[in-house]
């Protein structure tokens, strides 16, 4: 039974929230809310997930999880088990707790801008059955304002309730990256705006019992807003130096790991600088998008930015350069690629994640298909529907029978998998003069030839 946690002193809430007798509600169990939930219930929380996929509560009733994360399986399983985890499609269910936390989908409209219909939707239907004494956290991803001039108006329009006087409401946005999500959500601190002094203090305390982070306080929702669009701006950015570092030292025969590695020793503004990998693009659901909020947010505002297209633009390069290594790879060793036989490991957007959403690899994996080469292509976390997003090509279910006969092995994804398999193992299945191109640069170079293989990685 919900205790109601807004509106009570500091001591209180420490209480309620130490003494887990708090529930947690999250709205939209996708991959974030999954995460989120999954992670909360085994920290001994109870978590009711509230989704409007039928197909996504009911898998979770029955303890499993489509959402491809390491760890979460078990996660999932273990606390639907137990009791601690469950799913619905009913709003009243956050009758039962104190914390709603809102993780629903912002993705990107026709012309490059923020759609937050789904987040409408969930105030709406939350609003329906608000109570006093509940705090609301969105953490979806959204332009500045949105919690104080969409969700607020909605919350208090469809309750009848007022935020920070009858109930809670902040915008904490989540920052953890996929592939490593478990972890991170249980390391970063949380940066939390809130409507009133009393949501702020409540969510620190939540976070500080309930993950074992720090929060970071911010004046207003609308500037933990802006946090997160910068701190996906600057990964995005980060990236695309990197890739053109990378593009430079290729030409040059020069190592761009070894030299960003060394230029990153150099201390700037109290840090030491810290440019990103170079890799063959940038996908998934938050830095192909979050760049383009903020040069929408610019646009609205009588803006022209320039960084968020630049950093665009240029990892939407990384996929056909990378196709244009394959190809001078293959002419160097006297080969054609349309008559060559090509191995690509790995599809999904990131390493040791199934998540094929916007992937850079479906570039690489067209111009494949396109060039009428013999293609196999083995994903070990990817599953036959999100595989077929990506290529009409069945995915080879072991990474042998992909290598076999191969012209080129080329590594999209770098999965821990791919690295259990001796190079030693794949030179003797793959054809003679065999390339080896790393388009996440997650091989030692020097193994690889050693192993016999023609090396090659993204500006190494
Ligand atoms: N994926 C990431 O790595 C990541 C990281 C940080 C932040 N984010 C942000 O978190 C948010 C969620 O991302 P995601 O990857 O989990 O998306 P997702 O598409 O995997 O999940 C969204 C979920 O919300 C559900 N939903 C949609 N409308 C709803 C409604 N009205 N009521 C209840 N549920 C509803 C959908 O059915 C879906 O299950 C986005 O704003 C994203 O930008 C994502």
Known sequence: MRIGAFGRSDAEIDLLVRGMRSGIAVVGFGYIGTVIGAVLADRGWPVTGIDVRQSVVDEIN???????EPGLSELVANNVRVGRLRATTDFSAIADNDFVIVNVGTPLGPDYEPIVDDIKAAA???????????????????????????????LEETSGLRAGVDFGLAFCPERLA??????????????????????????????RHALGVESVIVE???????????????????????????????????????????ANTMPKGGHPVNILR???????????????FVNHLGESLGL??????????????????????????????????????????????????????????KYVVALLEESGCELSIHDPWVGVEDAVTVTNVPLTADIETAAEGADALVVLAGHRQFHQTPLSRLAELVSAGCVFLDGRNSFDPAAVRAAGFVYKGIGR
Request: include cysteine; charge should be negative.
């Open 304 to 361: 022209d930015l320039a960084i968020p297209r630049t950093s665009r633009n240029v990892n939407d390069t990384m996929p056909a350069y990378t196709y244009g290594l394959l190809k001078q790879l293959l002419a160097d060793q006297g080969k054609a690629i349309e008559t060559s036989r090509i191995a690509v490991l790995g599809i999904a957007f990131k390493n040791n994640t199934g998540d094929c959403r916007l992937t850079p690899t």
């Open 124 to 154: 709406r239907a939350l609003g329906e059955h608000l109570q006093p004494g509940h705090i609301v956290i969105l953490k979806s991803t959204v332009p500045p304002d949105t919690t104080e001039n969409l969700v607020l108006p909605i």
């Open 178 to 207: 996929e592939g490593q999500a478990i972890q991170e959500l249980l390391s970063i601190p949380v940066v939390v705006g809130a409507v009133d002094e009393r949501s702020a203090r409540a969510c620190a305390t939540l976070w």
């Open 278 to 292: 170079p890799s063959m693009g940038v996908g998934g659901y938050c830095l192909t998008k979050d760049p383009w």
């Open 220 to 262: 207003n929702p609308r500037t933990a807003e802006m946090v997160k669009l910068a701190d996906n701006l600057w990964v995005d950015l980060n990236v695309a130096l990197a890739n053109e570092l990378a593009k430079v030292c290729d030409r040059l025969g020069m190592d761009a790991l070894q030299v960003i590695e060394a």
């Open 62 to 68: 029955l303890g499993k999880s489509t959402v491809a």
